[in-house]
């Protein structure tokens, strides 16, 4: 039988594929073939259907399974800790060991902290000349910097560990290079754990091990922090700054209303849903969705993009409305998954809003977004975002 070929390619910026938008509508459940990645695929595109799946570790995150469509990335050294790639009981007990370092309150505590790595990247921008690479200058440097600070780096290896950390980030740099910069920060990573075994202290890390985390499991969980939390928050930086120099009519509602500015946080998560291969998962038995039976061992992917377009769910859903209140949204995913980091990501989305217009007033766009490189993989974002201010 012939499928209709699945592609997870988009086709404009500012949306889902026109596929995925058209399988929403006619076929909530397909089975397609995924040409691009060899092999067919089951797609879930309506909103209930997406959190639903997303609930389900039926629906398995398991990537040493050799059928996981992510199994590519899967590595035996530092595989343990990576909960991202797990299932229950192994994701229970660790996300459960590690949840309380994330909560609300907790992060909130980090503001002052993360106000003065914003002022400090945007002196240093400002140091720097007129114009540049917003990518480079502050999207790439911002959340390598918090998450420095979330491990407790010394802030003598700040430049080492940014550099690497943008080097990985940096998906037109030389594959080898890339993997070499993971290789330098899993090693990084394991000095730092080795340094806290010898001497604790009041860190993530050092809790860990306290709580029971092995050597393996704490290099593991400080490496996906890393990887989860600094490509994911800095394609958002870029395109919440893109859109907002792009329809001064956005940007001026949050001039004139810093207020709305939470909310456009999350209508911006909402909007973008940056994370692209969040929703991947193996069908570990057959299973019913719609009236459909999906057999054991297919690949599933929710979409997310989609699913946060959902007119059932959000009227008028291509509209940006700061104060539509979107919390709901699954551009953090959903279920037992559910982004760990998303407080951490959220505050510092908004801390940048609060300060960044009001430092740069003057800040703009020096080439029009139809010319941008945007990323065309696993995350989606924007390579390189020229501005002047
Ligand atoms: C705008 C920024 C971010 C977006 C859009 C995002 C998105 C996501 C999504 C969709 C998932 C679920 C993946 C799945 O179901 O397989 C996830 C999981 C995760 N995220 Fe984020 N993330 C962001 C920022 C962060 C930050 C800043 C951190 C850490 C400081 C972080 C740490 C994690 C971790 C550890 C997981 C795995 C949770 C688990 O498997 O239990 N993320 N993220």
Redesign the pocket.
């Known amino acids: 039988m012939t499928r209709t070929p699945f592609s997870q390619r988009r086709t404009e910026p500012y949306g889902p594929p026109a596929l995925h938008r058209r399988l929403q509508a006619e076929q909530p459940v397909a089975h397609l073939d995924w040409t691009e990645r060899g092999g067919d695929v089951w797609t879930i595109a309506k909103y209930e259907d997406v959190r639903a799946m ?1 609930s389900d570790t039926r629906f398995s ?1 398991d990537r040493s399974n050799p059928l996981h469509p992510g199994h590519q990335a899967y590595n035996p050294k530092s595989h343990q800790g990576r ?4 299932d229950p009981p192994a ?1 229970s007990t660790q ?1 459960g060991r590690v949840m309380g370092e ?1 909560t609300v309150k907790k992060i909130a505590a980090l503001r002052p902290s993360i106000e003065q790595i914003v002022d400090e990247t945007i002196d240093a921008m400002i140091a720097s000349g007129d114009r540049g690479d917003f990518v480079d200058l502050f999207s790439l440097p911002v ?1 390598s910097t ?2 420095a600070k ?1 491990l407790d780096v010394p802030e003598k290896d700040y430049d080492f560990f940014q550099d690497k950390a943008g080097v990985f980030a940096d998906g037109t740099a030389p594959n080898e290079d890339r993997q070499q910069a993971s290789m330098a920060i899993i090693d990084y990573i394991a000095t730092l754990v080795d340094a806290r075994i010898e001497r604790p202290g009041d860190d993530i890390i050092s809790r860990q091990l306290a709580a029971g985390a092995s050597r393996e499991e704490a290099i593991g ?1 400080g490496h ?2 890393l990887i ?3 490509e ?2 800095s ?2 930086i870029s395109l919440c700054v893109m859109v907002l120099l792009d329809r001064p009519e956005l940007r001026r509602q949050l001039d004139e209303k810093p207020e709305l500015i939470p909310g456009a946080v999350e209508e911006l ?1 909402r909007y973008f ?3 692209e291969t ?3 998962r193996l069908a570990v038995e057959d299973l019913e969705v719609r009236g459909h039976t999906i057999p054991a061992g297919s690949v599933v992917y929710a979409l ?1 993009n989609t699913a946060n377009r959902d007119p059932d769910v959000f009227p008028d859903p291509d509209r940006i409305d700061f104060t539509r209140g979107a919390r709901n949204h ?13 407080n ?2 959220r505050l ?2 908004v801390i940048v809003l609060e300060k960044l217009f009001a430092r740069l007033p003057d800040l703009r766009l020096t080439a029009e977004v139809s010319e941008l490189p945007f990323k065309e993989y696993s ?1 989606f974002g924007i390579h390189e975002l020229p501005v002047a201010w």
């Open positions: 997303l995150s909960i991202i790639e797990m994701h996300r994330f959340p918090v998450i979330l969980l996906l922090l989860a939390g600094h994911t928050t394609n958002m998560l849903t940056i994370a969040g929703g991947l997310t699954v551009a953090f995913g959903f279920g037992p998954h559910q982004c760990l980091g998303q951490v990501a510092e989305l995350n």
